[in-house]
């Protein structure tokens, strides 16, 4: 294997024609990776994206290849997954007004181009789901907002047209499904690539706390912060220590982390309906 890179949470190897993703136990917020890892949150994302991958394989093709066939040392935290042309663009469904939606909802009634209707607040359950996409930045900096317009000039009318609908159906597939087991997805983020037949894959993660946020249904209030399944609890006691957003970042109290990772054992057995053994 070679190391190709490393990302805020996964290192990427290759092995011959595949690619290995190994999911680390590191947290990043705002863009910044944390010194304090969170035990068993790499297997957590690891099998919780499989799972979803199985599950969704009727709406776009994966790039997994396998869950086992990986060193012995990443056994329940890599997948071996085939090579894609990603697409520049960060995918991102939402169906609650929330994190930087809610901020750009607040300041200029739209979100990425999307008008929304006036008087919505923090919570706020959107009429319909939306594309709202982001630019992808994968060293440094931060992903900033993008129209679809944006998207259509990067990759394509088609191209486009086809992410959104896979976006929105992706969400949807997966919103429904938590749904039943108590959980709101309010928003979701998907990456996507394409293969050597030029389909568009489903690519990275999906659908886990990393890519999410997860509410608890008979929690949900509009109109302040809700009980966050994932990182979204870990962002909330980085903002709280005024800390700048800028490394380094602060270490996690031992409390932070034994709650951070009782939130993501939580949403992975509420949505799969099985008990973690990890």
């Given at each position: 294997?070679?190391h190709?890179?490393?990302?805020?949470?996964r290192?990427?190897?290759?092995?011959?024609?595949?690619?290995?993703?190994?999911?680390?136990?590191?947290?990043?917020?705002?863009?910044?990776?944390?010194?304090?890892?969170?035990?068993?949150?790499?297997?957590?994302?690891?099998?919780?994206?499989?799972?979803?991958?199985?599950?969704?394989a009727?709406?776009?093709?994966?790039?997994?290849?396998?869950?086992?066939?990986?060193?012995?040392?990443?056994?329940?935290?890599?997948?071996?997954?085939?090579?894609?042309?990603?697409i520049?663009?960060?995918?991102?469904?939402?169906?609650?007004?929330?994190?930087?939606?809610?901020?750009?909802?607040?300041?200029?009634?739209?979100?990425?181009?999307?008008?929304?209707?006036?008087?919505?607040?923090?919570?706020?359950?959107?009429?319909?789901?939306?594309?709202?996409?982001?630019?992808?930045?994968?060293?440094?900096?931060?992903?900033?907002?993008?129209?679809?317009?944006?998207?259509?000039?990067?990759?394509?009318?088609?191209?486009?047209?086809?992410?959104?609908?896979?976006?929105?159906?992706?969400?949807?597939?997966?919103?429904?499904?938590?749904?039943?087991?108590?959980?709101?997805?309010?928003?979701?983020?998907?990456?996507?690539?394409?293969?050597?037949?030029?389909?568009?894959?489903?690519?990275?993660?999906?659908?886990?706390?990393?890519?999410?946020?997860?509410?608890?249904?008979?929690?949900?209030?509009?109109?302040?912060a809700?009980?966050?399944?994932?990182?979204q609890?870990?962002?909330?006691?980085?903002?709280?220590?005024?800390?700048?957003?800028?490394?380094?970042?602060?270490?996690?109290?031992?409390?932070?982390?034994?709650?951070?990772?009782?939130?993501?054992?939580?949403?992975?057995?509420?949505?799969?309906?099985?008990?973690?053994?990890?």
């Open positions: 294997m070679r190709v890179y490393s990302g805020k949470v290192e990427i190897y290759s092995d011959g024609a595949d690619l290995l993703l190994v999911a680390t136990d590191r947290v990043s917020v705002y863009d910044v990776v944390l010194p304090t890892p969170i035990p068993d949150k790499g297997a957590l994302l690891t099998q919780l994206s499989v799972w979803w991958f199985e599950r969704l009727d709406v776009a093709p994966n790039h997994l290849i396998s869950a086992t066939d990986v060193p012995a040392e990443f056994a329940g935290r890599a997948v071996r997954c085939r090579r894609l042309e990603m520049p663009f960060e995918c991102i469904a939402r169906g609650y007004l929330a994190g930087s939606g809610l901020r750009e909802y607040l300041a200029t009634g739209s979100i990425s181009g999307v008008e929304l209707p006036p008087g919505l607040v923090e919570g706020s359950r959107l009429p319909e789901p939306i594309f709202t996409p982001t630019t992808k930045v994968s060293t440094g900096g931060h992903d900033e907002p993008a129209t679809f317009a944006q998207v259509v000039a990067e990759v394509g009318v088609e191209t486009a047209e086809s992410l959104r609908a896979l976006t929105l159906e992706v969400y949807r597939r997966g919103a429904e499904r938590a749904a039943a087991n108590g959980i709101i997805v309010a928003d979701t983020k998907l990456e996507f690539g394409f293969g050597r037949d030029g389909e568009l894959t489903l690519a990275d993660e999906v659908l886990t706390p990393d890519s999410s946020r997860f509410w608890p249904a008979g929690e949900w209030r509009p109109g302040r809700q009980h966050a399944y994932d990182k609890f870990v962002r909330d006691w980085a903002a709280g220590t005024g800390w700048d957003k800028k490394p380094p970042a602060p270490e996690l109290p031992p409390e932070v982390v034994a709650a951070t990772r009782a939130r993501y054992v939580d949403a992975y057995e509420k949505i799969t309906g099985t008990a973690w053994r990890g």
